[in-house]
């Protein structure tokens, strides 16, 4: 259909409304005000010389090793928000599952012989039981949760989601206990490898390495496969794609689950970098890669894994870069600062994402 | 899980004609049946069981084991329920498959149930599942198998099961009012029990306090264990039965049909009688409440403020606010740094003064996140808002920020409440502080919702387009719904200050916002006795019996998938706001109510 000119344009339909000079001024404010305050601490940090390149460099690695984990998230919350225009604020939690599964399926594997003999082998099989306990968690949920409510008002599933996230973080919780569990030390992935003058630990390269292979998967499964053409049809137009002889309920509940596989896997690689998972590390990576997942342009898959990665650099360097170059003390405790803040500007500022249009609100 | 409405052809029939009933969908009740044995496993594994069984409510039964009797009961109701009738269709005679349907449903649960008691009784996961002691089967008190060893155990929980699904089948087979009579005298039992410390402290206090004797009953009610006793409970039930039998009796008049006819003279007497009934009550409740109860009930007066700012701002508005907890936090905050001496302000001044404070700091940061997020809707908005709460709790919490609000340690010592030369510090006290601020807070949003601005809010709600269109002013609507909650956050933060005494930052974590959204969820939104009454249930009532405490978002979590599936208006609705949700159905549900209706005189 032919835009006409009486049409609204912009991210948000809404674009018509709002031109009170007031509230834009304010805006640009605050828009001017973090690119100085950017500006100025970066410059500062730089010019200081108070942490060698090899610092930064490390934290860039660091960066790019957290993001691929957020961009795997994200990729269950920019198919789900593609097909379904919701956010399901429940996705953290399946992430927090499949690192609870990769707590107990790995601790039960290291009492075995094979965890030493066969490392890789093991992960592999960690990895596998994360990403099948977390499809199963986001297949129940769109099954009992999300479907009934299909059609309805947006924000009757999104505050449903809420509750089911607090759901699974207490069930977890009352479950297995509130204590914070220590995965098993992997002996075959200490020390680190230099490549092209970066110092990166082999953890890191291992789940940036396998993130990349699981996004490529992913990629090839959207775009070649018969399957992943089924979801891109409802994607675009969920009525036409049932006159075709699709299903659209199995086809969004694929989503769900190759979704919750790929959060599964990133559960299991959070536990791998950060050694430890407990009921409540679902929140604060759910709510960044959701972030990251607006950031590249939510529904748009390519854009997640941008966004992640960006994210991931932006949290890594951020407290450093211009925190520590505004002269704030311990700056490092306030990366989450940094995170929400990235996540409060995105949304403010560019709902579209870097990557192309926001899908339409209109049709919601 | 909602059935989808599926549309069903009306066969062209001759009137008269009609197709045989739909009967009880036995598969239903098997996956009823499946769905309820995994419900009885999860409650038993995750500690539920264990920890409810501290609680005596008859004789031998516990909380616990009413909850493993509660879910046959109820998957077994649920069962045996006809589907709703047609038209076109005849409506289905009770009878035995009613019952069967209970029964099949009871079996698999009982089924499921053992399997999990088995399973457990031969293997130890106590390493996976924390909770699963020795208590539930291996050791005494053996809960699930109700005491005994596991081989007779076993077979008491399948008979148990079977039996439970079956009476609660049986239930359809009685007249509707009758049926409701057994819901209503198990309710009321069921509530005298479970409320025993409440019960026992009031009765007491009366006597304390008004030299009624009323302490007797007391201990009539219930035995020492705190379990209701026998008498109490046949009392209770047949009291409860004869008020039922009383108000459903043929011919009688609703109460709201009754008072309308009354002359307009005896109706205002009526209500002055009824408002000074309620403010005598309500000023001898903290006296004989005492003080442990009084302080339950300043602390769910507290969330109340909260939760009737946030119905003005989610409710009314429709702006779904996810960071509230930040106006309470700085209404806490603002409050704290004034009146405590040793604050960084160190001022140290009286709580009212710091008043006009906490409302310029929480106005000023309403304006603050309402005015970026002008743009945004819906769920978007929602996530903003988190975001502006978690970034205020760090600040609040930030090292960078402790020469002003003392990071992690927080701001002590902050001054009581004084009336004159009265200090407000005990609980009994402080409830008249809090009763005032809800009163003010009821008031507020009454006249709001009643205003202009209230009908730009609701008609902002419904569609922000079309209000736009007939004039509202989006801007002054939002930024000013913004402000209002946040102000009545502010002044529950302030009261929240002085109670405490002092401020932390970990006290105003998300899972505070999150509360406060299913209070007014559960409560209706928009709907102000709701509020009222699901802030003193669901925040009261976990405080006043302390085993829930642990499970407490747990229970939050499920309620609000509950009611965003079965009752998105909440269970004390505004009538305007459900209109709203059900707009769609509307159209079907009186056809199919017609459709029932046809049935029913169609087969009488």
């Known amino acids: ?364 | 899980m909602a059935e989808p409405t599926v549309a069903i052809e009306v066969p062209e029939t001759a009137a008269g004609d009609l197709l045989p009933a739909r009967q009880v969908d036995l598969w239903r009740a098997v996956r009823l049946g499946l769905v309820g044995g995994l419900t009885a496993v999860f409650v038993s594994a995750n500690g539920m069981v264990e920890a409810f069984s501290e609680r005596a409510l008859l004789g031998q039964v516990t909380l616990g084991s009413l909850l493993l009797v509660a879910i046959p009961l109820l998957v077994g109701y649920l069962a045996g329920q006809p589907p709703p009738v047609l038209q076109g269709f005849a409506t289905p005679r009770p009878g035995r498959r009613n019952v069967a349907g209970g029964l099949l449903a009871g079996l698999l649960n009982g089924v499921v149930m053992a399997v999990f008691v088995t399973l457990i009784a031969t293997f130890d996961v106590r390493r996976v599942l924390i909770n699963v002691t020795p208590a539930l089967v291996r050791e005494d008190p053996r809960l699930l198998t109700f005491g005994l060893d596991l081989g007779p155990g076993l077979v008491l929980i399948l008979v148990l099961n079977t039996a439970l699904g079956a009476v609660a089948g049986t239930l359809h087979l009685l007249r509707d009012r009758w049926r409701r009579a057994v819901f209503v005298v198990v309710l009321w039992v069921l509530a005298v029990a479970m409320l025993q410390p409440f019960v026992v402290q009031v009765l007491r206090g009366i006597q304390a306090e008004l030299r009624l004797w009323t302490a007797p009953l007391a201990d009539f009610l219930y035995e020492p264990s705190g379990a209701l006793s026998l008498p109490g409970a046949v009392a209770v039930a047949a009291v409860a039965l004869a008020v039922q039998v009383l108000l459903t009796r043929e011919g009688r008049r609703p109460a709201p049909t009754r008072l309308s006819s009354l002359p307009d003279r005896s109706r205002r007497l009526l209500r002055l009688a009824a408002l000074a009934g309620m403010l005598i009550v309500l000023g001898l409740l903290p006296q004989v409440l005492g003080p442990f109860l009084s302080e339950v009930l300043n602390i769910a007066g507290i969330f109340l403020l909260m939760a009737l700012g946030l119905n003005i701002v989610v409710g009314v508005a429709g702006l779904l606010d996810l960071g509230y907890v930040a106006f309470f936090a700085v209404g806490a905050y603002v409050t704290a740094l004034l009146t405590s001496p040793q604050s960084s302000l160190g001022v140290g001044w009286i709580f009212w003064a710091a008043v006009p404070f906490v409302v310029l700091a929480a106005a000023v940061s309403g304006l603050v996140v309402g005015t970026p997020v002008l743009r945004m809707r819906g769920d978007y908005l929602a996530i903003v808002t988190l975001g502006f709460g978690e970034i205020a709790r760090l600040l609040f919490l930030s090292d960078w920020l402790k020469p002003t609000f003392g990071g992690a340690q927080g701001i002590i010592r902050v001054r009581d409440i004084t009336v004159g030369p009265i200090q407000i510090a005990d609980p009994q006290a402080f409830f008249y502080a809090i009763f005032c601020f809800v009163l003010l807070a009821v008031y507020v949003t009454y006249a709001l919702q009643d205003s202009r601005i209230g009908r730009a809010w609701m008609a902002m709600r419904e569609d922000e387009a079309v209000a736009e269109a007939m004039g509202v002013n989006i801007v002054t609507a939002k930024l000013s719904a913004f402000i209002a909650g946040a102000m009545l956050a502010g002044f529950g933060g302030a009261l929240f200050a002085t109670k405490i005494g002092s401020v932390f930052p970990h006290s105003f974590s998300v899972i505070v916002s999150i509360t406060v959204l299913v209070v007014i969820i559960v409560g209706g939104m928009a709907s102000v006795p709701g509020v009222v009454l699901a802030a003193f249930v669901l925040v009261g009532l976990p405080e006043l019996l302390r085993e829930f405490e642990e499970y407490r978002f747990l229970i939050y979590g499920v309620l609000l998938i509950f009611m965003m599936q079965r009752r998105p208006e909440g269970f004390i609705p505004s009538r305007r706001r459900a209109q709203e949700l059900h707009e769609e159905e509307l159209t079907q549900d009186t056809w199919l109510q017609d459709a029932a209706a046809d049935g029913r005189s169609a087969t009488s």
């Open chain 1, 1 to 364: 259909m032919a835009k006409s000119s009486l049409e609204p344009r912009g991210p948000i339909a809404v674009r018509r409304s709002f031109q009170l000079p007031v509230v834009d001024g304010f805006l640009w404010l605050v828009r001017i005000a973090a690119v100085v305050l950017l500006v100025v601490g970066a410059f500062n940090s730089l010019t200081s010389a108070r942490l060698s390149g090899q610092q930064w460099r490390d934290l860039v690695v660091f960066g790019i090793a957290q993001g691929s984990i957020y961009a795997l998230i994200a990729l269950g919350y920019t198919m789900v928000y593609g097909i379904l225009r919701f956010i399901n604020f429940a996705h953290g939690e399946v992430f927090m599952i499949g690192a609870m599964t990769g707590y107990y399926v790995s601790d039960g594997l290291a009492r075995t012989p094979l965890w030493e003999a066969q490392p890789f082998v093991s992960l592999f099989i960690v990895l596998v039981c994360c990403m099948a306990a977390s499809a199963l968690v986001a297949l129940l949920l769109e099954r009992v949760a999300y479907r009934p409510l299909r059609g309805l008002p947006r924000l009757l599933p999104f505050i449903t989601a809420i509750g089911a996230s607090f759901f699974l973080q207490y069930a977890v919780a009352t479950l297995f206990g509130t204590s914070v569990k220590a995965y098993p030390a992997v002996d075959a992935l200490s020390g680190a490898v230099t490549i092209l003058g970066f110092r990166i630990l082999k953890v890191h390269l291992l789940v940036i390495v396998a993130a990349l292979l699981m996004m490529a998967g992913l990629y090839l499964y959207v775009e070649r496969t018969k399957a992943g053409r089924a979801i891109r049809a409802v994607a675009e137009d969920p009525e036409i794609a049932r006159l075709m002889g699709l299903s659209v309920d199995r086809t969004i509940a694929r989503v769900f689950a190759v979704g919750g596989a790929l959060a599964g896997a990133a559960g299991f690689l959070f536990g791998l970098v950060f050694q430890n998972v407990h009921f409540l590390s679902g929140f604060l990576p759910g709510i960044k890669a959701f972030t990251a997942a607006v950031l590249g342009g939510i529904g748009n898959i390519p854009g997640a894994v941008v966004g992640g990665l960006l994210l991931g650099s932006v949290e890594s360097l951020g407290p450093s870069l211009v925190l520590v170059g505004l002269g704030i003390p311990s700056a490092h405790q306030l990366k989450d600062v940094v995170a929400f803040l990235a996540l409060v500007m995105v949304l403010i500022f560019r709902p579209t994402g870097i990557l192309g249009e926001r899908v339409s609100e209109d049709r919601a």
